[in-house]
């Protein structure tokens, strides 16, 4: 019933730049908390950037200073502005998303998951 699709993955050189989007579709009542994280293979997935209903936000250690969560309630919508990318940044990243969905009760949260998209840094 809810789809999110990320998109703005790539390739770029070592302290570049790259902003990922993230577009919630489907029976959507509200988007609670949103997040992005990846994956590199052999590895477990791991948290980069947290933002809550509230705005709050939470980051990684390892992204702290360089990474911007934002997001967009009217669009739904999630971004991930990347500055000054390190070739340790590159993982596949995920959206995710916590929902509450239009026919279920607004109590009932799901939980989705983007498909990936792939960020490469290297020079």
């Known amino acids: 019933q809810v789809q999110l699709v990320e998109s703005g993955g790539g390739l770029v050189q070592p302290g570049g730049s790259l902003r990922l989007s993230c577009a919630a579709s489907?029976?959507?009542?509200?988007?609670?908390?949103m997040g992005w994280y990846r994956q590199a293979p052999g590895k477990q997935r791991e948290l980069v950037a947290h933002i809550s209903s509230e705005g709050n936000t939470n980051y990684a250690d390892s992204v702290k200073g360089r990474f911007t969560i934002s997001r967009d309630n009217a669009k739904k919508m999630v971004y991930l502005q990347m500055n000054s990318l390190k070739p340790e940044d590159t993982y596949v990243y995920y959206c995710?998303?916590?929902?509450?969905?239009?026919?279920?009760?607004?109590?009932?949260?799901?939980?989705?998951w983007g498909q990936g998209t792939q960020v490469t840094v290297s020079s």
């Open positions: 995710y998303a916590e929902i509450t969905q239009i026919g279920a009760p607004p109590e009932v949260k799901f939980a989705y």
């Open positions: 489907g029976s959507i009542l509200s988007i609670i908390h």
